[in-house]
């Protein structure tokens, strides 16, 4: 699993403030109902999930972002992990491997037959593959589009972990003592 660190100069509490500000509250069910795209929330005190809902589609392959809060005596480090749940990517990989046997098969009996009526049974499951595709696309944006949220909403730089250096500044990042382990 990747782990990425940033950080922000903000305490643990007002990152809370923040993301609850800036990111709608993921409630089981009801938070999926809605039609419109947002950056969804669970925050605690030790750190926050967060994951993207999609307009009219729930792309279950989608990354979701888990971040706990490390405080230090300057600043706040992020540690990011970004997770899909491998029930969804098994699932994701049947229904990827059954529609291309089923286009396997369609196209043999297709061929063999000559018979030109029978070209929906070819191109259903390849419009079906198009539309797994499609999510496994939009969910390789989403790490970007929450990693992006981040650093727009709490102000995060990520850390170098050779250098102890952040992105924005020259000068140094928290001491090693103060950064987790890798």
Not at 63 to 75: D, E, G, I, V
Not at 132 to 138: G, P
Not at 145 to 172: H, K, N, Q, W, Y
């Amino acid at each position: 699993m990747l782990r990425h660190i940033f950080n922000t100069q903000l305490p643990v509490g007002a990152c809370n403030r923040r993301l609850e500000a800036a990111a709608e509250r993921d409630v089981p069910i009801i938070a999926n109902m809605r039609f419109s795209y947002g950056i969804l929330a669970r925050i605690d005190d030790n750190g926050f999930r967060l994951r993207v809902r999609r307009a009219f589609i729930h792309n279950g392959i989608s990354p979701r972002l888990r971040a706990r809060y490390r405080p230090t005596a300057s600043a706040t480090l992020l540690e990011l992990r970004y997770r899909i749940n491998p029930l969804w990517t098994i699932w994701y990989v049947c229904v990827a491997a059954f529609a291309g046997w089923m286009v396997v098969v369609n196209a043999a009996e297709l061929l063999r037959r000559r018979d030109t009526g029978s070209w929906f049974l070819v191109l259903a499951p390849l419009v079906f593959l198009g539309f797994v595709t499609l999510c496994i696309l939009l969910a390789r944006r989403d790490r970007h589009t929450l990693t992006r949220f981040i650093e727009l909403t709490l102000d995060a730089t990520p850390v170098d972990a050779e250098s102890g250096l952040t992105s924005r500044s020259s000068g140094p990042a928290p001491p090693a003592a103060d950064r987790p382990p890798r």
